[in-house]
């Protein structure tokens, strides 16, 4: 059975000047394909896949395209128009996608792309966007494992850092003074799970400190610290930017390294630097 924001296999009925109608075995009866939506040759009696949607008077309409993005997923979507009941997204069909005035936490600027969400509309049957992601990302604690490599989409900065979409299902942190690089609304990036929180909270990193592993990077560090005669002058109190510049990793994962090193006795760490200990 077709339902809106849903594909369907419907049966061609019959053609006319638009296009093909197409019997939805339902109560949307029958639903007009358009010359313009279809791909390939059409014939009567033919079972095709569509995507069933609104047009801009609200009738159920097909296409043989795909949108961007279905109902029930996140996207990141381009804005194309802001109008007074709200902001349009190209989302690859010929009806723009709305983002009501009430989803949007903040105004959408033109030509920008953003994270949203993608749902039907419970009361008017529309197909919509939201900018408001928290509400339909799952609460409980998830099952990662710490060192776990997942999927991000940035979807808000906050004062502790950006807040990111997880594997499409739930909300974890980057924290700003571990990030070393400009991070857009909607932008997709792999990242590592870092740390799960008691209250179901996770904590990100778009750097792997786990299986990458503290031994590798130990032996990375050391290495360096060698072929620069045994003197480095990055040190705990050196900038985050400095560490990322030098060796790509954060501020945590050099000082936890460092510190394997100086337990082993391989280094000393001083105010102005690391230096190797000669045997």
């Known amino acids: 059975m ?7 296999q419907l049966t061609v009925s019959r053609e006319s000047g638009p ?20 791909i390939g040759d059409i014939k009567l009696g033919a079972a095709i896949d569509v995507f069933i949607y609104c047009d801009s008077e609200d009738r159920p ?55 949203v ?25 998830p099952n990662y494992e ?35 690089q400009a991070l857009e609304s909607g932008e997709q990036t792999t ?17 792997q400190t786990g299986k990458m592993g503290i031994n590798d990077l130990e032996t990375r560090i050391h290495e360096e610290l060698t072929a620069r005669g045994g003197y480095w002058e990055l040190c705990d109190s050196s900038p985050a930017e400095m560490i990322y510049d030098e060796l790509g990793i954060s501020k945590k994962a050099f000082k936890r390294a460092t510190g394997a090193l100086f337990k082993k006795r391989l280094i000393t760490i001083a105010k102005d630097g690391i230096r190797t200990i000669k045997e």
Do not use: H
Request: glycine content about 10%.
């Open 146 to 180: 710490v060192g776990q490599k997942v999927d991000l989409r940035i979807f808000a900065k906050t004062e502790l850092g950006y807040k990111a979409i997880i594997n499409g299902e739930y909300s974890g942190v980057l924290f700003s003074n571990e990030v070393f």
């Open 191 to 207: 990242g590592y799970i870092t740390k799960l929180r008691d209250d179901g909270k996770v904590d990100l990193s778009l750097y």
């Open 117 to 141: 969400y993608v749902y039907v509309d419970d009361k008017s049957g529309r197909i919509a966007a939201s900018r408001r992601i928290g509400r339909f990302l799952k609460s409980e604690r």
């Open 61 to 115: 309409i097909a296409t043989m395209k795909s949108p961007l993005a279905m109902p029930g997923e996140f996207a990141t979507l381009r804005c194309i128009n802001v109008t007074p009941i709200g902001s349009f997204l190209d989302w690859g069909l010929a009806k723009d996608l709305l983002v009501p005035f009430r989803e949007q936490q903040s105004r959408l600027d033109v030509g920008k792309s953003y994270a």
């Open 19 to 38: 296009g093909y109608f197409l019997n939805s075995d339902g109560e949307l009866g029958e639903i007009l394909l358009p010359r313009n939506e279809t």
């Open 2 to 8: 077709a339902q809106i924001g849903a594909r369907a």
